[in-house]
């Protein structure tokens, strides 16, 4: 083969902050603070204190690359920095999720073998128990100054501030192989023990690049973006990385993520475009009707991570005139794998069609292929009606899991696509719409439940002969878990005794919002528990009056 003759020029991160940094000089970067003050720089101010940092981890703290660099972190200027001096050094900046529990959040340190931890000084007791576990963590940094520094930070913990401001201005961002592993996170498997996903600069730039090519309209320099989706859970849906690119302003929340605080930080800063979950919205959602206006400069948003009901992109379309864009993707794919970008002038023609319409995930990104199979493992046809197993594959979706190869072997095909456990159907015109999903998890105001974990803890209650742990819908989570036992003959027991045996076991978000006792449970031709049955049984289980 004749290559082109074309140079060899690198897509990495630091490319992105030391570009924006020259080029955009109106490009901000709003962090809310814990205290309710705001912390408000530019493009370059971030890439000066994300030098000092980068020079701070090589020099200070030996931190080479390749090696594993967690954080704990809400979204905040600090989080945004610690990405690209991670990164932008070839180490691997690896989010972790606050919201897992501490054996999953030790796991995950452990299996990813990461030796250093930024956390926010409020997450000092998570960092205690991890570090504390024998963990091979060396440095801990707290992502405060001085005065934020809380008396019970572990012994050695290091101030973020201090450390940064020891550190000279000015930094020789290193030339990386654009191929270089840089952000690793973790996602939930239905067996319990998250996996890794590890992105490459090369997949954050294309995935980056992708994103705004579909949904222009968020991206230009005058548009101020709000990141509710998290920097520690599926890299804010590429948010640092596409903001940066094209100049468009950023706003980080930090923990308030209510609907009341939202309104406030959008209205106060003018925000022009939100980026976040179902949940997230419903919250806003109520607020806005009660103040009977939208935040002043809001006009569009972007809704995914689960499905968001027809009703909600009508009201915030309807009523408030906010034009809504429904994404999905997987953190396996970097993550945003389609957005449905159709415009509410269509509703014009017939809204229950628009909304129809508008309730698919959409198109895949440049850079995502699709396809649906059936149980044989046969392509079906795009025609909207047939629905099979959704398998992708793409610039930005990973080849396999990191260091898990039992689970790799399971989640890819022979012919290479990945399997995202997602049941859809796709149109003739390439929109993909989810119908069910064959993984056994539960999606909870955005965040994963492994039923069968959940099982797991139920089964260890000696009066339950068996049982199941299915998602059914719920007006404000999407999905709640609903456990349904079988007792063991002749036994009587309160649903609340088996809640709070599974409460000793698994994280809070995953006790089940009741138990249903029931005499037997419906079986396959196999033997499994068909929850897909059930599902269908109970899944206005939590929206009608009971
Ligand atoms: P995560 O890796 O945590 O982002 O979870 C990815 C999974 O979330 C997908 O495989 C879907 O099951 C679900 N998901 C994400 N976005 C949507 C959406 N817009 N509609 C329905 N399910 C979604």
Redesign the pocket.
């Known amino acids: 083969m004749r290559h082109g003759q074309i140079m060899d020029w690198p897509l990495s991160t630091s490319s992105i902050l030391r570009r924006a940094a020259k080029v955009f000089p109106d490009g901000t970067v709003t962090a809310q603070l814990p205290d309710g003050r705001r912390h408000r720089y530019s493009y370059s101010d971030a890439l000066q204190r994300a030098a000092r940092l980068a020079k701070a981890l090589q020099r200070d703290l030996g931190i080479k690359p390749g090696d594993r660099v967690a954080t704990l972190a809400w979204n905040t200027h600090r989080h945004f920095e610690a990405y690209f001096a991670i990164t932008g050094i070839g180490a691997i900046c690896h989010t972790l999720n606050p919201r897992y529990a501490l054996e999953q959040l030790e796991y995950i340190v452990d299996h990813a073998g990461d030796v250093a931890i930024l956390a926010d000084s409020s997450f000092v007791k998570l960092v205690q128990g991890i570090s504390s576990a024998g963990s091979q963590l060396k440095h801990i940094i707290l992502l405060t100054d001085a005065d934020g520094m809380p008396p019970d930070a572990p012994d050695g913990a290091i101030c973020y501030e201090r450390l940064i401001a020891g550190s000279a201005d000015g930094f020789d961002w290193p030339e990386l192989d654009d191929q270089a592993a840089a952000i690793l996170c973790y996602?939930?498997g239905t067996t319990g023990d998250p996996k890794g996903a590890l992105s490459s600069h090369r997949s954050l730039v294309m995935h980056a690049l992708c994103t705004i090519a579909a949904a222009p309209a968020h991206f230009l320099e005058r548009e101020k973006i709000l990141a509710v989706v998290p920097l520690f859970?599926?890299n804010a849906w590429g948010l640092p990385f596409s903001t940066p690119i094209t100049g468009t302003s950023l706003v980080l929340p930090g923990s308030n993520l209510d609907g009341k605080s939202l309104f406030d930080l959008m209205d106060q800063e003018e925000v022009t475009s939100a980026w976040g979950v179902p949940t997230i919205w419903l919250g806003l959602l109520a607020e806005m009707r009660q103040r009977n206006r939208k935040p002043k400069a809001l006009h569009q948003m972007v809704v995914?991570?689960?499905?968001?009901p027809g009703s909600l992109i009508d009201a915030f379309e309807a009523d408030f005139g906010i034009e809504v864009t429904?994404?999905?993707?997987?953190?396996?794919m970097g993550?945003v794998g389609t957005l449905n970008t159709q415009s509410p002038s269509k509703a014009t023609e017939s809204k229950d069609a628009y909304l129809e319409l508008k309730t698919k995930?959409g198109r895949p990104l440049y850079g995502v292929e699709m396809r649906i199979l059936d149980e044989a493992g046969d392509p079906l046809p795009h025609d909207g009606k047939n629905s099979g197993e959704l398998q992708v594959r793409g610039a930005a979706v990973i080849k396999e899991y990191y260091k898990n190869a039992a689970i790799t072997e399971e989640a890819f095909t022979a012919d290479g696509w990945f399997k995202?456990?997602?049941i859809a159907t796709i149109d003739s015109a390439g929109n993909m719409n989810?119908v069910d999903?064959a993984?056994d998890?539960i999606?909870s105001g955005g965040e994963?439940i492994s039923s069968i974990e959940v099982e797991n803890a139920a089964m260890g209650h000696p009066a339950i002969a068996e049982c199941c742990v299915i998602g059914v819908s719920h007006p404000h989570w999407q999905e709640r878990p609903l456990l349904l036992a079988v007792l063991c003959e002749g036994q009587e027991v309160a649903s609340e005794s088996i809640k709070s045996l599974i409460a000793e076991r698994v994280a809070k978000i995953a006790i089940p919002d009741e138990v249903i006792f029931v005499d037997g449970l419906p079986h396959t031709a196999t033997g499994k528990v068909s929850k897909r049955h059930l599902r269908e049984t109970y899944k206005d289980y939590f929206l009608s009056d009971r």
């Open positions: 996602t939930s859970h599926v995914g991570g689960a499905a968001p429904h994404g999905w993707g997987m953190t396996e993550p995930q995202t456990g997602d989810i999903r993984k998890m999606k994963w």
